[in-house]
């Protein structure tokens, strides 16, 4: 049996399957058809042609609207940005972004070590590469993702309590 003759027999039961597995799979169809491809091509390269396609397929179903399922309960929707143009975020939204934007510069700045710098370059406008930051805070290219899991641990802590000092003053 080719692949492409595991690809076509397979089509219409995919389509079958996504349909039963969408009302609890939280995604869209197309998205959760095309995880399961890439999975069965990653299967084709790896290992063949499955022995019994049509139970490896609902299987893959199932295990991708699973993931779906696990994923969209974890991801939050950003909130309400502001416009690119600052003229047509009304002025209270303004102060309000820019009193965010102040709190966390604040908070930033009073991290330990090199954590000022690193996540200065992180967030640069400059798009750095891990290289370059590298290159400029003198330190290895591989200890940054850690040196990063830490100052934004470091920062976690620190802006609970900016948030609250905030909110207190506001109140008084």
Do not use: N
């Not at 700045?109 to 290159?135: M, V």
């Not at 003198?138 to 920062?155: A, H, V, W, Y």
């Amino acid at each position: 049996m080719t692949y492409d003759s595991v690809i076509a027999s397979l089509r219409p039961l995919l389509a079958a399957e996504v349909r039963a597995e969408l009302p609890s799979a939280a995604a869209d169809p197309g998205d959760l058809e095309q995880a399961v491809w890439v999975r069965l091509l990653e299967h084709l390269r790896t290992e063949g042609p499955p022995a019994e396609p049509a139970a490896w397929l609902r299987r893959a179903v199932r295990a991708e609207a699973r993931l779906q399922r696990r994923t969209a309960l974890r991801e939050l929707p950003y909130g309400l940005e502001p416009a690119a143009d600052p003229d047509a975020v009304d002025p209270e939204r303004r102060v309000l972004i820019g009193e965010r934007d102040r709190a966390l510069r604040s908070a930033v700045r009073r991290l330990p070590g090199r954590c000022p710098r690193l996540l200065g370059a992180l967030f640069s406008p400059h798009d750095l590469t891990y290289r370059e930051i590298a290159g400029e805070l003198g330190m290895s290219q591989g200890s940054l993702g850690p040196e990063r899991s830490r100052c934004l641990g470091c920062l976690r802590r620190i802006l609970p309590s900016e948030v609250a000092l905030t909110a207190r003053r506001g109140k008084g």
